[in-house]
């Protein structure tokens, strides 16, 4: 099942919603109840949106190339960051593989949805691109263990995490580099996990105007999925509707010679096996100051 947040364009006030893909329709999920996806998944679960897309398969639906997509959990209580995941990277950027997972976090203002432009700050050239696998929790838990850890996962999506470099060795903390404006984008959607398989058999591509610049498996993930969850549900409670960014890939343009650094013009693509493509153009942040 794919689940998506989504603004239909014409309706009052923008308002947002949710459903589940059937086709190239979009079936709306959304009730008075649990108005948001975030709240569906911790009143029902994946189960229980299941059995409300199996209710209204009847319906017309809306077609998916006729709203905005919004990132899948638009409102997240927490977005969880890990650094330095995947051997090549840690090779390509000189640091040893870590003895624990490397943790930021992110403000949901930060991403984006499918096709909406990531917008580069004017206070830096260095914005770089980071294709990323987000895991939803879905029922959420303190010290969960590792054994029992992908039951907690509602879904996965791709992201588009990408850093603000300079900004992020401003100090030994990353969270200034790492939290622009809609800098980073997540979608087009959440893939719940019967649909999924084997996460570790995934393929993750990053694309920048049609180039392969970044490639690997799951597999090379230096802290696995149920690791993860097991490492950060110690020290926060992990809840319904959270994102945990797994890491990036080798290839990023801070380490490419010359360094590549994303442009207005350019698209960045992240493919995930499964999952589908995130695309995103990039523009220039253009405001200069905000009341």
Same mark, same amino acid.
């Given at each position: 099942m794919k689940l998506l947040s989504?603004?239909?364009?014409?309706?009052?006030?923008?308002?947002? !919603?949710?459903?589940a893909l059937d086709g190239d329709r979009l079936v709306d999920l959304a009730t008075h109840e649990a108005p948001t996806l975030r709240m569906a998944l911790a009143a029902e679960g994946v189960e229980g949106l299941r059995q409300r897309l199996e209710a209204r398969s009847q319906d017309a639906g809306i077609p998916l190339a006729g709203v905005q997509l919004l990132p899948?959990?638009?409102?997240?209580?927490?977005?969880?960051c890990i650094g330095l995941n995947y051997y090549l990277h840690a090779q390509e950027v000189n640091m040893a593989v870590p003895s624990n997972p490397s943790v930021f976090v992110r403000y949901p203002n930060s991403f984006v949805g499918q096709g909406a432009a990531v917008l580069r700050p004017p206070e830096s050239e260095q914005f770089d691109y980071e294709a990323e696998m987000a895991v939803v929790i879905g029922r959420g838990g303190r010290r969960i263990p590792e054994e029992q850890a992908m039951?907690? @996962?509602a879904g996965y999506s791709c992201m588009a995490e990408n850093s603000v470099r300079d900004w992020q060795r401003h100090s030994a903390q990353a969270t200034p580099g790492k939290n622009?404006?809609? !800098?980073?984008?997540?979608?087009?959607? /959440?893939?719940?996990?019967?649909e999924v398989g084997d996460v570790s058999r995934l393929e993750i591509i990053g694309r920048l105007n049609q180039e392969v610049v970044q490639r690997d498996t799951l597999?090379? /993930?230096?802290? !696995?999925?149920?690791? /993860?969850?097991a490492y950060l549900s110690t020290f926060t409670k992990?809840?319904?509707?959270?994102?945990?960014?797994?890491?990036?890939?080798?290839? @990023?343009? /801070?380490?490419?010679?010359?360094?590549?650094?994303?442009r207005p013009g350019d698209v960045f693509e992240v493919e995930i096996t499964g999952l589908g493509v995130l695309r995103n153009p990039v523009a220039d942040d253009n405001i200069s100051q905000e009341h």
């Open positions: 989504y603004i239909e364009p014409g309706t009052h006030g923008k308002k947002a !919603s949710y459903g899948p959990i638009p409102q997240p209580e927490k977005i969880l039951q907690h @996962v622009f404006f809609h !800098s980073g984008a997540i979608g087009p959607w /959440l893939v719940t996990p019967e597999d090379q /993930l230096i802290f !696995s999925i149920p690791r /993860l969850i992990l809840v319904p509707g959270d994102v945990i960014a797994t890491g990036t890939p080798a290839g @990023v343009g /801070l380490s490419r010679k010359p360094q590549r650094w994303l």
